[in-house]
Every structure is written in structure tokens, then in C-alpha cells.
Antibody
Framework: QVQLQESGPGLVKPSQTLSLTCTVS??????????WSWIRQPAGKGLEYIGR???????NYNPSLKSRISISIDTSKNQFSLKLSYVTAADTAVYYC???????????????WGQGTLVTVSS | DIQMTQSPSSLSASVGDRVTITCQAS??????LNWYQQKPGKAPKLLIY???NLETGVPSRFSGSGSGTDFTFTISSLQPEDIATYYC?????????FGPGTKVDIK
């Protein structure tokens, strides 16, 4: 069974960089069949797509965040990571990592998710 | 970006009731639409993919239909464990976008 687990600081100061890592177990992040994605959810609000990475290192970012985002992958550790720079209180949210199917063919959906990690931006 | 809207934003129904949620895309997305269920404090769970296909292990009381810009999600007989927020999500292009959610509770 595939499992994803987010890790990283729960508190980040304004203007600093938020850094999170997602560790994948039960499957290889090097599989060409999937994208590895980040999605966030402010408290009491809806889901916002942040971006994704393919095992090759190819990325797609949400244009609304593109200037501040970097997603990377470490296939040797079966992990992928998110960096969000110049954070403000508006970046306070639960951050999820998720696997998206269909990188090669077939339907595309987020079929496995991490449990989510709350990141609060505050001084 | 493709904008997704949902209605209603919340609803209250009795156990056994039929519940219907609609989702509209700002442009034609064919059947490139998924539905997720999110319970409080939990990650979303995929229920329906490709607008109308039931994910493995999901009860058959859940169903979806539609194509183009208009989609419907139905719970044929609401159960207490169905209390959750439901989101539609398009995968026609990137960035993926989600509807604002419909919160379902028991009357």
C-alpha cells in the first residue's frame, strides 16, 4: 500500500521560506506512471493546487504561486520537496502531498494523499 | 485557469435521502472531472474519476454524471458516514483546480 508522509517545520516566520518534504513508501517515486504533487488548504477553506513534479524532474506550477515555488525530487530517498519563499500569513494552511495518476496514459486523479501538515506563518 | 463552481455550498438532508451536488466548469472539460470526499481533519478521498467511474472500494450509492461544463454528483441514499465536504476537480489542464466544496450534513 502506497503511503505519503509530509514533514517539516510547523511554524515559519513571515518573509522566510517554507520547506516541506514528502516521503513515499510502498512504491517507487521513480515510477513513470505518476506525478508527485503539492496541494494546500487554509483552515475552513477549499483546496488549492500548488504544483507537481515528474520523476525526471519536470515541473508544473500554479501560476498564482510560480514566482515563489520550487518543487524538487530525490529518487534515491523516495522523497519530493516543496519550497515556498517570501511567505505571508496568507500561506498559513494544511499542506498535502499527493500522487497523481495518469502521467503516461489514462485518467488523472489524486489517488493517494499524505495526512497533511499544518504550517503557520507567524512571527 | 479553469474555474470550477459548485452548488449548493452546503446542504442538510435526512438519512436515506437522495442528495445531488452540481459542479460547473468555466470551459468545456469533456469528462475530465473527479469527485473527492473530505471528512474533518482528514485528507480528501477520491470517489469518482472521469466524471462517472466509481473508484474501487467506494460504495455504489455514490455516482457521477455529466460532460462538457456541467456535472452532477449523487448520493442515492444518504448515510451518517457520508457527512463530509465534497469537491469536484478538473484535470483538463494545469493548474488543476477544485470547486469550492459542498458541505453535507444530517438534518
Amino acid at each position: 500500500q502506497v503511503q505519503l508522509q509530509e514533514s517539516g517545520p510547523g511554524l515559519v516566520k513571515p518573509s522566510q521560506t517554507l520547506s516541506l518534504t514528502c516521503t513515499v513508501s510502498g512504491g517507487s517515486i521513480s515510477s513513470g506512471s505518476y506525478y508527485w504533487s503539492w496541494i494546500r488548504q487554509p483552515a475552513g477553506k477549499g483546496l488549492e493546487y500548488i504544483g507537481r513534479i515528474y520523476h525526471s524532474g519536470s515541473t508544473n506550477y500554479n501560476p498564482s504561486l510560480k514566482s515563489r515555488i520550487s518543487i524538487s525530487i530525490d529518487t534515491s530517498k523516495n522523497q519530493f520537496s516543496l519550497k515556498l519563499s517570501y511567505v505571508t500569513a496568507a500561506d498559513t494552511a494544511v499542506y498535502y502531498c499527493a500522487r497523481e495518476t495518469g502521467a503516461v496514459a489514462g485518467t488523472q486523479s489524486f489517488d493517494y494523499w499524505g495526512q497533511g501538515t499544518l504550517v503557520t506563518v507567524s512571527s | 485557469d479553469i474555474q470550477m463552481t459548485q452548488s449548493p455550498s452546503s446542504l442538510s438532508a435526512s438519512v436515506g435521502d437522495r442528495v445531488t451536488i452540481t459542479c460547473q466548469a468555466s470551459q468545456d472539460i469533456s469528462n475530465y472531472l473527479n469527485w473527492y470526499q473530505q471528512k474533518p481533519g482528514k485528507a480528501p478521498k477520491l470517489l469518482i474519476y472521469d466524471a462517472s467511474n466509481l473508484e474501487t472500494g467506494v460504495p455504489s450509492r455514490f455516482s457521477g454524471s455529466g460532460s462538457g461544463t456541467d456535472f452532477t454528483f449523487t448520493i442515492s441514499s444518504l448515510q451518517p458516514e457520508d457527512i463530509a465536504t465534497y469537491y469536484c476537480q478538473q484535470f483538463d489542464n494545469v493548474p488543476r483546480t477544485f470547486g469550492p466544496g459542498t458541505k453535507v450534513d444530517i438534518k
